[in-house]
């Protein structure tokens, strides 16, 4: 049954009926979705409250003293603080960088691979794998190849005539070296996403431009990018929220250091929380985080609900 | 509107049909090969050091050619100076799988709720749904970890498998709301006419006539569970510790067990490896949550 | 997919019982077929006892479940464990400075003292003590041990150098012997951001003769038995915490390459590969040259106690490591892990340590036995700094803010040592923030 597209929530929506019908509707409707609002009301919307509640106190776990009423000055503190503002810097130098070349790769391989020659379908399926592997033993393996005394990655700069070098503890290069790992990791991802929405392309519009006598260029100007503009847009949104809240990389390769050149928001969050043993304050960092993410969030549901992504 | 994945088209979006086509798909092969092989090599890596000798794994210049060894896996497994791979692994079975089914069979009833009945603030709640996909899990630590612990329940699997049903439900219910709409209505109005109710149509019509679809999200939330670490690091100290958890109690300045620690590696990663490759097809419309088919 | 998860967890449970079978097949021994659950840190005795942990289960008769953590993993897990309803861990070990952080959930270990007779009397008292908190025994001492300086005794002769007394030796020595043989760097320490270098510094501000915070003082130093709220003040912004961070950052002129990463383990290792002449040391470490052939260190090394600054006496930090029981562990559990902590502190294992790499001896039994000293050249020296009073703890007083001061300095002081701030700058924001702290902590 063909529906439009204007509501996405209205599809095979059967007609109306009868009072007993209807009840039984009601109650069949309650039971199926109540479990899971039940579950997501507790683990999702319950904690951003508390979060909020913890945050205004000064909460220190494993002390004698009990949690203290404290307004806004964990807030307050958090403005004037130095390695906050340097947090949120490095997550964003490291959102820009790697997503930003994600996208790009991500993209070029995915016109490199939309093609019916032989194997490369297979070559395409194999290189989602990294997408795939547990994000802690990446790093653990990166953080392998990037050892300046038995790593892998120094090998090979050293037979292309460099020396040594020490990717993990030398200012900006640890935020590089950890950068490149999330490309190697996600940049399948993102090829994937965009050789799925151009092999949806519908043939008929390349033919009509064809006809019309469009260069290469242009039609990939004026055809092919407009199209994949709702694609695009998702794949972005997906992958900056993943990688803001990203820690397993710098908590396995550079545990955010050196002198905090890796140290991402995540990680101040986490070392706050859970090795100061700071509740309050990482608490008023999560806040924070949770505004940023809902913000990000409210922009992809709000593309999702525009238009269908492959007409 | 057609069902399904679209079939992989003889089309070469926004390139120019030539004539010279030979020189580019050499080309392409060679652009596939390297980035293929670049995809790869760290997974070889983590194989071929898990079956490498402790010298071996230190050399420098790297050693290619060696003679391999499970002495690293048996260690890692059964000796490793007191506390065995063992249970963390079959912690991580449980957590994942009960996690999974949970989110599956929730998942689908919600799913099937916002395909075919209307209610008032419907739209709402499908849209806060979908934005749980993008809970930070190190912003939700701090008050979860409170929640958990005054509930006496730390270091429980029951809290870690109710985080990840959570976790995973917002994919669930995407995923399947889409695939149960597919299904052509009059079905289900056949079988209402049949006096069939509505949780039975759920249950014996619909559901089975989405099973790719709950394949392919119950190996995403598996996945999901099992790569998870952050919960598990924070919410498990022994008896409920998954293989991430083994693995973050490594550090950068104190006995380097590579060897082991690969093992354990290989055997964290393994098992998605082999699933996933098979399970391309819906992967995609996964991941995106159905935004790209 | 399920099926093979199943035969995995087959495989997996089969093998497991059959191990804990084989273990515990030598019934009797201190477990006598049941298991014990220790979480412990990277330290040399549980590494020793990462290596013969078999031999150790077959002379204990059952399963030793041996946790060994980084320290800052280790001091989450510790706290993380207090929290859950029931201690998932035996037995936990304990550095000496937290004592005062974890005192309100670690056994006292009086009552089992006085049951089974237990002889404190051959402990070294400064380590007894120091594991003991408003007259509870919190701990029992498995690896205390100072830190001091250990020099290479022939490269000093060579030069015509007298082992350093005072800080201004050090640098005099570290300038002369840096680079004067290829790769051989004046002196190693621990520079890497964190708990490291911030112990380090507080450490070295003792022999500067401050304590961190406003401790009162006594003629030999000062006191941290009776800890009130306005002793809590920083004192970082003092001259000698400037003196102190001055010394820190004119060392890095001597020190071997990558020292900004440099902790425990790897100063030492340096040390030993005859990298460094000097290096400061956790006196057991030594084992690590001392007990290996190869290592161009072995044998030659001296060791004194910290320098000391100008017009401050010289006095090593001691710490190291104790075994203790929390107090959320199951009651039925305490008497097991009673035994299993005699046993592990026992003289008899004490020495076996020693022989695998564990240069420790708080035991005068253990430290006068000629075979031991053999070993450790380093154990009596010890002994005697023990007896001129030289040994101290209140260099890091056992205060329940104290990793968060040590968390401050290692950071603050990490970025000077890059040269992102100056040392009178670091030594203001550190003050500032450890402060802040206190403040919140609702001292004052």
Not at chain 1, 57 to 85: I, K, T, V
Not at chain 2, 22 to 45: E, H, K, N, Q
Request: one cysteine or more; glycine letters at 8%.
């Amino acid at each position: 049954m063909e529906a439009s597209r204007t509501d996405y929530f209205s599809l095979g929506e059967p007609k109306p009926d009868s009072m007993k019908l209807a009840v039984e509707r009601r109650r069949a409707t309650w039971l199926l979705i109540a479990p899971a609002f039940a579950v997501l009301l507790g683990l999702n919307l319950f904690p951003i409250v508390y979060a909020l509640y913890i945050s205004c106190h000064y909460w220190m776990l494993a002390r004698p003293q009990p949690p203290r009423f404290a307004g806004l000055s964990n807030y307050q503190e958090l403005f004037f603080d130095a390695r906050f503002r340097n947090s949120v810097l490095v997550s964003l130098k490291f959102i820009v960088l790697a997503v930003g070349i994600e996208m790009l790769l991500g993209f070029g391989l995915a016109f490199v691979f939309n093609t019916r020659l032989r194997g490369m379908a297979t070559l395409r399926k194999l290189t989602l794998l990294p997408s795939l592997v547990m994000p802690l033993v990446v790093g653990l393996v990166w953080f392998y190849m990037f050892n300046e005394n038995f790593g892998i990655v120094n090998w090979f700069w050293v037979m292309l005539g460099g020396t040594r070098v020490p990717f993990l503890t030398q200012g900006a290069l640890a935020l590089l070296s950890i950068v490149a790992t999330d490309v190697w990791q996600w940049t399948p991802f993102v090829m994937l996403v965009f050789f799925a929405a151009l092999q949806a392309l519908p043939e008929y519009v390349y033919e009509a431009a064809r006809i019309d006598g469009l260069s290469g260029s242009q039609i990939f100007f004026r055809v092919t990018l407009p199209l994949l503009r709702p694609a695009i847009l998702i794949v972005l949104i997906i992958r900056a929220v993943d990688a803001l809240r990203s820690l397993e990389l710098v908590f396995m390769m550079t545990k955010g250091g050196p002198a905090g050149d890796t140290e991402v928001l995540p990680w101040y969050l986490y070392t706050t929380g859970f090795m100061s043993l700071d509740l309050g304050y990482a608490a008023a960092m999560a806040v924070l985080m949770l505004a940023l993410v809902t913000i990000l969030s409210q922009l992809f549901v709000r593309l999702l609900e525009s238009r269908e992504v492959t007409p | 509107m057609t069902v399904g994945l679209v079939r992989n088209k003889d089309l070469k979006a926004g390139v120019r049909r030539s004539a010279a086509a030979w020189p580019i798909g050499t080309l392409r092969y060679l652009v596939a090969a390297i980035f293929t092989g670049f995809c790869l090599f760290p997974l070889y890596v983590i194989l071929t050091t898990a079956l490498k000798t402790e010298t071996a794994i230190f050399a420098w210049p790297p050693v290619w050619n060696f003679r391999p060894t499970l002495q690293s896996f048996y260690n890692a497994l059964f000796v490793f100076g007191g506390r065995s791979a063992i249970s963390y692994l079959i912690n991580s079975v449980i957590i994942s799988a009960v996690s999974t089914f949970l989110a599956v069979v929730l998942g689908a009833m919600a799913a099937y709720g916002f395909a075919r009945f209307s209610f008032a603030g419907k739209r709402h709640l499908a849209f806060w749904i979908l934005s749980t996909r993008f809970a930070p899990p190190v912003a939700f630590i701090v008050p979860i970890y409170l929640m958990v612990q005054k509930a006496g329940m730390l270091d429980s699997h029951i809290a870690l498998i109710l985080i990840y049903t959570a976790m995973n439900l917002s994919l669930v219910i995407w995923i399947l709301r889409g695939f149960f709409s597919e299904i052509p209505i009059e079905i289900e109005e056949a079988a209402l006419v049949d006096g069939y109710s509505r949780l039975q149509i759920f249950w014996r019509v619909a559901l089975p006539l989405v099973r790719p679809g709950i394949v392919s999200t119950a190996i995403l939330s598996a996945i999901f569970s099992w790569n998870e670490f952050l919960y598990a690091m924070v919410l498990t100290q022994s008896k409920a510790a998954t293989l991430p958890v083994y693995l973050a109690g490594f550090s950068n300045s104190m006995g380097l067990a590579w060897g082991e620690y690969m093992a354990v590696g290989t055997m964290a990663v393994l098992p998605i490896l082999v699933f996933t490759f098979a399970l391309q097809k819906h992967l995609v419309r996964g991941l995106t949550f159905g935004a790209v088919k | 997919m399920l099926s093979l998860a199943l035969a995995g967890v087959t495989i997996g449970f089969t093998t497991l019982n059959a191990h804990a079978a084989a273990a515990a097949g030598q019934a009797g021994g201190v477990l006598d077929g049941q298991t014990i659950r220790i979480l412990a840190i990277g330290d040399p005795v549980f590494q020793v006892m990462q290596k013969i942990h078999d031999d150790m289960e077959k002379m204990a008769g059952g399963k030793i479940e041996l946790d060994v953590r980084p320290f800052d993993v280790l001091h989450q897990q510790v706290l993380l464990n207090a929290q859950n309803p029931t201690s998932s861990y035996d037995i936990i070990a304990i550095d000496l400075p937290q004592f005062g952080e974890y005192k309100s959930f670690l056994l006292d270990l009086n009552p089992l003292i006085k049951e089974t007779g237990f002889d404190a009397t051959d402990f070294h008292q400064a380590a007894w003590t120091g594991a003991q908190v408003g007259g509870k025994q919190l701990g029992i001492p498995i690896q205390p041990h100072p830190e001091i300086l250990a020099y290479r005794k022939d490269l000093f002769e060579e030069a015509g150098l007298q082992p350093p007394v005072t800080t201004d030796d050090v640098l005099a020595a570290a300038k002369k012997l840096h680079n004067s043989k290829p790769g051989l760097a004046g002196i190693a320490w621990n520079a890497a951001r964190g708990t490291p270098l911030g112990q380090t510094f507080i450490q070295v501000m003792g022999s500067f003769g401050q304590a961190p915070i406003d401790l009162p003082r006594t003629d030999h130093g000062f006191s941290i038995d009776n800890i009130k709220p306005e002793n809590m003040k920083p004192m970082i912004d003092t001259p000698a915490g400037l003196a102190t961070a001055k010394y820190l950052k004119a060392l890095m002129d001597y020190s071997p390459p990558g020292i900004l990463n440099m902790a425990w383990d790897e100063r030492v290792r340096v040390f030993a590969q005859g990298g460094a002449a000097m290096t400061y040391i956790w006196s057991g470490r030594s084992a690590i040259y001392e007990l290996d052939p190869q290592a161009p260190a072995r044998g030659k090394v001296g060791y004194v106690v910290h320098p000391h600054g100008p017009n401050a006496a010289p006095v090593s930090p001691l710490g190291g490591w104790s075994l203790g029981i929390p107090s959320n562990l199951d009651k039925s559990r305490i008497p097991l892990a009673w035994k299993v902590i005699t046993w592990l502190t026992s003289p008899e294992m004490m020495k076996e340590y020693t022989k695998y790499g564990d240069c420790v001896s708080p035991r005068h039994s253990v430290s006068q036995d000629p075979e031991v000293v053999m070993h450790c050249p380093v154990v009596p020296v010890v002994d005697e700094m023990a007896s001129k009073g030289e040994l101290a703890d209140w260099q890091r007083p056992p205060v329940p803010e104290l990793q968060q001061i040590v968390d401050v300095l290692g950071s603050v002081m990490h970025e000077m040592l890059a040269g992102k701030r100056t040392p009178e700058d670091a030594v203001k924001e550190s003050q500032q923030q450890i402060d802040r702290i206190m403040r919140k902590a609702g001292y004052y």
